[in-house]
């Protein structure tokens, strides 16, 4: 699955934000139950109104939404590359995640201490990515000595490495994240297995007060004005609406988001932006038994897709027949989409699309 990891400055409602969501009322309905794997993992349902549409319309039985883990990983502090606060243990961590989600604060609030002494996110954001830049240096350069023999010897592998490294190790010695090198297709791969800090994509959380929930304020501005300009995504969030929000039954929050002028609650925001973030998209699978979603990466072939199911859907794969999700509904269903022809027979180099109703055929 896709994880998700929670940073940022202590006292920025980083805490307050993972409380609630893996409390809230909606992730604790049957269908999108977030359950917490240790103090600070919790895994989540995607909320799909899609999934349940296809469901009513199969009589599935049950519904399984796909999951996303999200990680809050406390101890950032100025120094944290240099082994201070949980330092390395922190960077560990983040090392581990798909992506970063930064939480800032974007409220003012006099009671709550600020690290800095005031409120200024593109301060802060700048101050945590100086703190993974230099953790990437450190670890560039120990990895750098680590190859030099290798490197003599002539390996292939170690070459590639080392000339990624280098590129790497360049940019962010001009004080730039390494996301901002372009990489050639045939080196994304090695590329990714650097698993250097600064090229995971950052969706920033902006923390704001509650009468701001809405529309952000001058604060959350400046941080999408960051964001844009970075090429990372934002989202605006209220971690204290967001507690409220957790204490209350489904149908009252419903009730209490329509009274702030919030379309949804900030869980679904924040899991819909990582997945933009990811380009990630969804597929189904629709029977009686259940209707399930699954996760894949934009551009997936039909067998790789399979292969998120069970590694012998993919090895095994023949064929899929495929449903497009506005089919299978104004069809009613698979009987009917069958009847208007709508259900294809798509090989091996079929390209998922989002929502679409998949059945693998494979040998075993
Ligand atoms: P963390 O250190 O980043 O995990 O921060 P916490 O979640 O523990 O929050 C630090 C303090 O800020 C707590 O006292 C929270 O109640 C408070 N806090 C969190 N979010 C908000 C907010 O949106 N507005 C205000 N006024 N206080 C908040």
């Given at each position: 699955g896709f994880k998700m990891g929670i940073v940022g400055l202590p006292n920025v409602g980083k805490s307050t934000l993972f409380n609630a969501l893996t409390k809230t009322a909606a992730a604790q309905a049957a269908n999108f139950p977030f359950c917490t794997i240790e103090p600070n993992v919790g895994d989540v349902g995607v909320p799909d109104a899609r999934l349940d549409k296809l469901a009513a319309i199969a009589a599935s039985k049950q519904i399984i939404p796909t999951r996303m883990t999200f990680v809050d990983i406390a101890g950032l502090?100025?120094?944290?590359?240099?082994?201070?606060?949980?330092?390395?243990?922190?960077?560990?961590?983040?090392r581990e995640t798909d992506a970063i989600a930064h939480v800032l604060r974007c409220f003012e609030d006099g009671d709550v201490t600020h690290v800095d002494g005031r409120v200024d996110p593109v301060a802060d954001a700048?101050?945590?990515?100086?703190?993974?830049?230099?953790?990437?240096?450190?670890?560039?350069?120990?990895?750098?000595?680590?190859?030099v023999r290798k490197v003599r010897g002539g390996d292939k592998e170690a070459l590639l490495q080392e000339r990624l490294l280098k590129e790497a190790l360049a940019v962010l010695e001009e004080g730039k994240p390494a996301r901002v090198v372009e990489v050639d297709d045939e080196d994304a791969k090695a590329w990714k297995m650097l698993q250097l800090l600064t090229t995971k994509p950052i969706l920033y959380v902006c923390n704001v007060g509650e009468a701001e929930a809405a529309e952000g304020n001058a604060f959350s501005t400046q941080v999408a004005e960051m964001a844009a300009a970075q090429g990372n995504s934002h989202v605006i969030i209220s971690a204290q609406i967001e507690e409220e929000i957790s204490q209350l039954e489904a149908d009252e929050a419903e009730m209490f988001l329509t009274?702030?002028?919030?379309?949804?609650?900030?869980?679904?925001?924040?899991?819909?932006?990582?997945?933009?973030?990811?380009?990630?998209?969804t597929y189904f699978t629709v029977g009686p038994k259940e209707a399930r979603a699954w996760t894949i990466k934009q551009g997936t072939l039909a067998p790789q897709a399979a292969g998120v199911i069970h590694g012998d859907f993919e090895k095994g794969f023949i064929r899929a027949?495929?449903?497009?999700?506005?089919?299978?509904?104004?069809?009613?269903g698979e009987q009917g989409a069958k009847e208007a022809g709508k259900m294809r027979a798509e090989g091996k180099s079929y390209l998922v699309k989002d929502g679409d109703v998949m059945h693998f055929l494979f040998n075993t």
């Open positions: 502090v100025k120094g944290a590359s240099k082994g201070e606060g949980l330092g390395n243990q922190f960077l560990a961590n983040i700048e101050t945590i990515e100086t703190e993974l830049m230099l953790a990437d240096i450190e670890s560039i350069e120990k990895r750098l000595q680590g190859l009274e702030m002028g919030l379309e949804e609650a900030g869980l679904d925001r924040l899991i819909r932006a990582g997945y933009e973030l990811l380009h990630l998209e027949e495929t449903i497009a999700y506005d089919d299978y509904i104004t069809c009613n």
